[in-house]
């Protein structure tokens, strides 16, 4: 039972301790509305910058089986600094708009020091 307990307990912490490092994407669940383009759909998200040691972001948009949806976005890779934020928009064509689940942003390292292990983080909104 003890050790359960201290499994559970450094779960929950290492989760609790890495919280505060990830970036942040807002609307967690985003809807589309129809764009100036037509057969085009478009949403607007916000990206929040948590972590100091990232600097660089790629947009994502996947199917439900995780497979890549054609897409385009104000910026497909952008550099954000630390606490801060930026908006995006996302297009997709609207005959593609009903496989498409996924909006994610990914951290991108470019650092070429191998003695620094960079945990890269994944973040996704589902779309509504």
């Not at 967690?28 to 383009?37: D, G």
């Not at 994502?60 to 934020?85: C, H, M």
């Amino acid at each position: 039972m003890y050790c359960k307990v201290k499994l559970l307990l450094s779960v929950v912490f290492v989760f609790w301790a890495s919280f505060g490092f990830a970036h942040e994407m807002t609307p967690a669940y985003p809807k589309f509305v129809t764009s100036y383009i037509d057969d085009v759909s478009v949403t607007k998200m916000k990206l929040f910058n948590r972590r100091d040691d990232v600097s660089y972001y790629e947009v994502q948009v996947f199917d439900n089986d995780w497979e890549s949806v054609p897409f385009a976005s104000t910026n497909r890779i952008f550099k954000l600094g630390y606490q801060k934020s930026t908006s995006f928009e996302v297009y997709i064509q609207t005959k593609d708009l009903k496989y498409a689940v996924y909006i994610c942003t990914m951290s991108k390292n470019f650092k070429q020091d191998k003695k620094v292990t960079i945990v890269a983080s994944r973040i996704c909104s589902k779309i509504d």
